[in-house]
């Protein structure tokens, strides 16, 4: 029996050494549970990453200057921001425990540089970074992404001139020698033409008028409706050749790409760490010591300009760029904290995310701005408003004084000198006086004019 067995042990040994198919009885093929190591029967859900004694240290930035992305709380040292609420969220998501503890990086006087960030990530100084961290072509080098948590692209901001709010927006279509030859629109065929020669004169010229009128009308549009700059700089190519100062991110690799991928002279580069130097470098401007444009990524610029009204982005973003958490190379939570990223962006949960740190007063439109309805209001016209006012005021006043000129001189030519007068009060007489002068306005001025025309007719003769 034994002998038996051996030898068909040795036969299915030959046969496998010959590539054939070795098929087993059926009681064979039955397979007691699997007991994992660690003598855990249950099929484990993913990796032991880190352990509560020996957990993943994750890096992220000490922000300074929009700190609303991430940084470091100084008085209970925890970490908070929108990364890094996204980052709890995601790893809710994550089928396994991920014992951590944030660290942060930066030295709370500046924003840290994020090359270097990404450095110690890849050095293992960090087993991670989490923050607002751009995934560029030098770092995916470095470490592993994971899937991008917000698009971002590089723009150019620049001072722009809100036309609504000025009261003189109205002169600002005609140049001042257009404004003297203002008069001929009004000077319309007041007389009938009677010669051909006549009728053609007058035709060119309401043809002259007409696109007079019509041309302030679309400039006046354009002025009201589009964006006006008020620099010679349109965008980022008008802004490298303008030899101007240009600002850029404390930290950010907006500095590296605008110096070696725009060959921008690192003379011309100011570094900037907040929004109010962002604010203060553009309002002095070049000429005092600020800069031409600031070029930084999208989310920033939507944030300092939901803020702001003479600034402005110029044109579309010049590069394509997004946000991720670098792990280091080959880490397998890259891969599930991606896909826990993509749960999150398909359940809106990331964009409620965004909202509650971005859109406290209320929300902004894709480039940040609260949406602006496009109508003008009162402050647009407030000098025209004024000067119709003026004007009818001033009209007013000389039409009454010459009214009351006009009365003053009717009433002596009527007034007979020997009339009892002292027994009427003062009060009525000067009721009486009012009544007439109105009486005296509402009459036709030709039939004044008429009046005066006239010889004046002695008071004796009038009275008879
Ligand atoms: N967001 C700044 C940087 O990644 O350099």
């Given amino acids: 029996m034994l002998i038996e067995t051996v030898e068909a042990l040795i036969m299915r040994l030959l046969m496998l050494s010959k590539g054939q198919l070795i098929s087993y009885p059926r009681e064979a093929q039955k397979l007691s549970n699997i007991t994992w190591p660690g003598g855990e029967v249950e099929k484990p859900r993913g990796w032991v990453i880190a352990t509560t004694e020996k957990p993943l240290i994750i890096g992220f930035p000490k922000r300074v200057g929009f700190s609303e992305f991430a940084t470091d709380l100084n008085y209970n040292h925890s970490a908070q921001g929108y990364c890094i609420d996204l980052f709890d969220e995601v790893r809710k998501l994550v089928p396994y425990e991920i014992p951590f503890r944030f660290e942060p990086f930066g030295d709370g006087l500046k924003n840290p540089n994020y090359d270097e960030l990404v450095r110690l990530v890849a050095d293992g100084v960090f087993d991670a970074a989490v923050g607002d961290i751009a995934i560029t072509t030098n770092r995916i080098k470095l470490v592993d992404f994971t899937q991008p948590f917000c698009a971002t692209g590089l723009v150019v901001v620049a001072p722009i001139v809100n036309s609504t709010s000025s009261g003189w927006v109205f002169v600002k279509p005609f140049t001042l020698e257009m404004w003297f030859s203002f008069s001929t629109l009004f000077k319309a065929n007041y007389e009938n033409p009677i010669s051909t020669l006549g009728r053609i004169v007058m035709v060119v010229w309401l043809f002259l008028l007409l696109v007079i009128t019509s041309s302030y009308t679309a400039s006046l549009s354009s002025i009201l409706t589009v964006q006006q700059l008020s620099t010679c700089i349109t965008g980022i190519d008008s802004l490298i050749s303008s030899g101007l100062p240009v600002g850029y991110q404390e930290g950010s690799f907006?500095?590296?790409?605008?110096?070696?991928?725009?060959?921008?002279?690192?003379?011309?580069?100011?570094?900037?760490?907040?929004?109010?130097?962002?604010?203060?470098?553009?309002?002095?401007?070049?000429?005092?010591?600020?800069?031409?444009?600031?070029?930084?990524?999208?989310?920033?610029?939507?944030?300092?300009?939901?803020?702001?009204?003479?600034?402005?982005?110029?044109?579309?973003?010049?590069?394509?760029?997004?946000?991720?958490f670098a792990f280091r190379k080959d880490s397998p939570l890259a891969g599930d904290m991606s896909t826990a990223i993509l749960k999150l962006t398909e359940s809106g949960q990331l964009q409620k995310i965004k909202k509650k740190w971005f859109c406290k007063s209320g929300c902004s439109d894709e480039r940040g701005?609260?949406?602006?309805?496009?109508?003008?209001?009162?402050?647009?016209?407030?000098?025209?408003?004024?000067?119709?006012?003026?004007?009818?005021?001033?009209?007013?006043?000389?039409?009454?004084?010459?009214?009351?000129?006009?009365?003053?001189?009717?009433?002596?030519?009527?007034?007979?000198?020997?009339?009892?007068?002292?027994?009427?009060?003062?009060?009525?007489?000067?009721?009486?006086?009012?009544?007439?002068?109105?009486?005296?306005?509402?009459?036709?001025?030709?039939?004044?004019?008429?009046?005066?025309?006239?010889?004046?007719?002695?008071?004796?003769?009038?009275?008879?």
């Fill in 254 to 324: 907006a500095y590296s790409y605008l110096k070696n991928n725009l060959n921008i002279h690192a003379s011309r580069l100011i570094s900037l760490g907040s929004l109010e130097e962002y604010e203060s470098a553009l309002r002095r401007g070049p000429k005092n010591g600020g800069v031409a444009a600031i070029v930084d990524e999208t989310p920033y610029v939507e944030l300092f300009l939901s803020t702001q009204t003479d600034f402005g982005i110029l044109g579309l973003p010049f590069t394509r760029s997004a946000w991720g």
């Fill in 369 to 464: 701005r609260k949406p602006e309805p496009k109508q003008l209001n009162l402050s647009s016209f407030w000098a025209l408003y004024s000067l119709c006012g003026t004007f009818a005021l001033m009209a007013f006043f000389l039409f009454l004084i010459r009214a009351i000129r006009q009365y003053i001189r009717y009433k002596s030519r009527q007034m007979d000198p020997s009339s009892p007068t002292s027994s009427i009060s003062s009060s009525i007489l000067f009721s009486q006086a009012i009544h007439n002068f109105l009486k005296f306005i509402d009459e036709k001025e030709e039939a004044i004019k008429k009046m005066f025309a006239q010889p004046a007719i002695p008071p004796t003769q009038a009275r008879a």
